[in-house]
């Protein structure tokens, strides 16, 4: 019925078993804006649209994503987290808007 179908070996990968230490730093925002930017409007909008709190990770490869996160979409939010992996920033969670 299926002549067409074949069976093929399964690719080897590679593995990393090596996940890195992590560590997860809670940040209380001291700032408080009364407006928000359009780049927060943007992240926050399906949390406002659907009415429900869900988590948004924001990735930190650079020095002014960090600054832009920080200043711009954190303030709002009442649950704000660094992750850290190998002491090194990876991205910021944010939920609770």
Known sequence: MFDWIIEI???Q???NDEDGQLKIERI???TALNKMSVVC???ASI???TGN???TSF???TEDSLTTIMNEIA???EDVKKIFINGELKEINVRCL
């Open 47 to 49: 949390d406002a649209i």
């Open 28 to 30: 209380e925002s001291a």
């Open 13 to 15: 990968f590679s593995l």
């Open 59 to 61: 990735p930190t490869p």
């Open 75 to 77: 303030p709002h939010y």
């Open 53 to 55: 709190d869900g988590l």
């Open 9 to 11: 070996k399964e690719p």
């Open 41 to 43: 409007q943007f992240f």
